[in-house]
């Protein structure tokens, strides 16, 4: 009987700094990161899945897992974040992931760690206001991974709207020379943005949930009907997600897309994007208008 040969992909596992430094390309024309936190989903996959084809078939995927203790504030859901890392590591060996950079905390930040990088100007509304400090850990955590892995490219998330903004102009304003590549938003099937928190959602929270993305898409339907009023666009989302007694709003807020800044008046560019509570449970999403 002929015998076939089966193809058993392999990651890469890398959990030291020095390692990670150290790793050859073997060859790879192109490197393409995605930074996650773990506890993968479908959208963490159809990043892996983007930066896959941005690598071509000569070129390599890397993806890190870092629970970032410098972008929780204290009281925060540092300790009680998803680690599945048995999990994650068979989903990233499923998607061709070439290299997996999972660092402790340790590895990351020496006890006398005392430089960060700070972005100043988008920083400043939406989660930026909500969770101070936070964007300072992001940026100073991806800046690291950027100098380790130094990849030619790097895939984020549209969910993370301000995230991606900020990594683009912390790019830009210090000349790192990587492309940022954003992806649109995973969803499930009754609209909610996958995410590595909807897993504790309890059975009721979770039904409610879809609320949010309800909520910016009747948004979307009032700007597509013409109308210009933020103040009228964000009543009538914001009673959307009053509907749900589940829900408790920290902000839902028209930006300019490129500013982050409120606007009273739909523009050209415009998002809009809401942070809610259900529970202990935050949860964001946002569209564009
Ligand atoms: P996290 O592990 O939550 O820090 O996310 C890692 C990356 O995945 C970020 O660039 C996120 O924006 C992105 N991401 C998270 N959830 C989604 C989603 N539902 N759709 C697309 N990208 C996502």
């Given amino acids: 009987m002929e015998s076939r040969c089966a193809i058993i992909a392999t990651v890469h596992v890398v959990q030291t700094v020095a390692a990670a430094i150290a790793l050859a390309r073997n060859g790879a024309e192109r490197r393409i990161l995605v930074p996650t936190m773990g506890a993968l989903h479908r959208g963490h996959l159809e990043l892996i899945r983007i930066a896959r084809t941005a690598a071509g078939k000569e070129g390599e995927v890397a993806v890190s897992i870092f629970v970032n203790p410098l972008q929780f504030a204290a009281g925060g859901d540092f300790e009680k974040y998803p680690r599945p890392e048995t999990g994650d590591e068979e989903l990233c060996r499923g998607a061709g992931v070439d290299i997996l950079f999972r ?5 990351m930040y020496t006890n006398d760690f005392s430089v960060a990088v700070e972005e100043n100007s988008l920083s400043s509304t939406l989660e930026g206001k909500s969770r101070p400090g936070h964007f300072r850990g992001v940026c100073t955590v991806v800046a690291k991974l ?43 099937t009754d609209g909610l943005a996958c995410s590595s928190r909807n897993q504790y959602l309890s059975p009721t929270e979770r039904q409610q949930a879809p609320v949010l993305r309800a909520a910016l898409l009747e948004a979307a339907r009032l700007a597509g009907g013409g109308e210009r009023s933020a103040a009228a666009i964000i009543d009538a989302a914001r009673k959307i997600i009053n509907g749900s007694p589940l829900a408790r709003i920290d902000y839902l807020e028209l930006v300019n897309a490129e500013t982050l800044a409120p606007i009273e008046a739909l523009e050209e560019n415009s998002l809009i994007a809401v942070a809610a509570f259900f529970g202990q449970t935050r949860l964001i999403d946002n569209i564009r208008l």
């Fill in 103 to 107: 660092p402790s905390a340790d590895e």
């Fill in 146 to 188: 950027f100098h380790v892995l130094a990849p030619d490219a790097a895939v984020f998330g549209e969910k993370d709207f301000q995230q991606l903004a900020i990594i683009r102009r912390m790019v830009r304003d210090l000349n790192f020379r990587i492309e940022i590549i954003g992806a649109p938003t995973v969803r499930e």
